[in-house]
């Protein structure tokens, strides 16, 4: 197989997606008297998180959503960032909430996440949305593992009865990942700084998903003759950004590999757009068409 056939173009998937998006908000638009509402917080000048922020908020406009980013500063107290999220909460206008991670040590992340309305909760991080997702009823789903089940989806990667093994137990990733491979039937095994043999339990894996955050810590030679690669890490390093498999030796050995950048990253983003049509959704099911009571916009 040529090496660009084994390639799974994240890109190429998240711009068609986002194209089929801007129809939906089109038609969204009509039946709300305005566009999907999502608010962002930013808080202190982590250059990695407000790169994020940035790349997320022009993708809201490409689609036609009304993106706003609060931008606060790092001396921001807890208390202050739990109000204005319980404001949004309130406000009609808001569909969507994105604190983006990390935060500033001296505020609690779990109070944070707690705090956000589960039907406004974008990111998918809510203990009620998490619960939805163990028992298979989640509508709000944690961008990054949705946008790997879209990517597995799209290159038509056989799951059921497949041996799963991710390595990485992170509530943002590892954890909702395995439930998903779980939901469609494949059998789950979680790797994590614990696990003792991983090159074997690698080496098991008929689809690895590599997602604890250290540049080339899976070595290709590890990787399954035919088997479908993802991997979700990326760090910056003095060659330039790196993923957490070994690329370049896993190749040779995967019948399908996500190269980073370019792959699990914009799959990402486009999900937090369709997670916020879907909340957009929601609410127009539950309330009816909305007022225009105190706008955010």
């Known amino acids: 197989m040529e090496d660009m056939e084994k390639i799974m173009d994240g890109k190429a998937l998240s711009?068609?997606?986002?194209?089929?998006?801007?129809?939906?908000?089109?038609e969204l638009k009509k039946e709300l008297g305005r566009p999907p509402g999502l608010v962002v917080f930013l808080v202190g000048d982590n250059e990695a998180s407000k790169i994020y922020v940035r790349n997320k908020a022009k993708a809201s406009e490409e689609v036609g959503i009304n993106s706003v980013t609060k931008h606060l500063p790092?001396?921001?107290?807890?208390?202050?960032?739990?109000?204005?999220?319980?404001?949004?909460n309130r406000d009609?206008?808001?569909?969507?909430?994105?604190?983006?991670?990390?935060?500033?040590?001296?505020?609690?992340?779990?109070?944070?996440?707690?705090?956000?309305?589960?039907?406004?909760?974008?990111?998918?991080?809510?203990?009620?949305?998490?619960?939805?997702?163990?028992?298979?009823?989640?509508?709000?789903?944690?961008?990054?593992?949705?946008?790997?089940?879209?990517?597995?989806?799209?290159?038509?990667?056989?799951?059921?009865?497949k041996n799963c093994v991710v390595v990485g137990r992170s509530n943002i990733v590892g954890k909702p990942t395995a439930i998903l491979l779980m939901h469609s039937h494949g059998t789950?095994?979680?790797?994590?700084?614990r696990t003792k043999d991983?090159?074997?339990?690698?080496?098991?894996?008929d689809i690895l998903v590599a997602a604890i955050g250290k540049p080339h810590y899976i070595k290709g030679e590890w990787i399954k003759k035919g088997s479908v690669v993802i991997d979700v890490g990326i760090t910056r390093t003095p060659d330039g950004l790196k993923g957490d498999v070994e690329f370049e030796r896993a190749k040779e050995r995967a019948s399908l590999i996500t190269p980073v950048p370019g792959g699990v990253g914009p799959m990402t983003i486009a999900m937090l757009l369709s997670n916020t049509i879907t909340a957009a959704r929601m609410r127009l099911e539950r309330y009816g068409r909305y007022s225009q009571k105190n706008p955010t916009f």
């Open 15 to 26: 711009q068609k997606i986002r194209e089929s998006l801007k129809e939906e908000v089109a």
């Open 74 to 88: 790092k001396e921001t107290s807890e208390e202050e960032l739990l109000k204005m999220i319980d404001e949004c």
């Open 92 to 161: 009609e206008n808001v569909d969507g909430i994105l604190v983006q991670l990390p935060l500033p040590e001296h505020i609690n992340e779990t109070r944070v996440i707690e705090t956000i309305d589960p039907s406004k909760d974008v990111d998918g991080f809510h203990p009620y949305n998490m619960g939805l997702l163990l028992e298979g009823r989640a509508r709000l789903i944690a961008c990054t593992p949705l946008g790997i089940m879209k990517l597995l989806e799209h290159y038509n990667v056989e799951i059921k009865g």
């Open 188 to 193: 789950v095994t979680i790797c994590h700084s």
């Open 198 to 205: 991983l090159p074997e339990k690698v080496a098991d894996a």
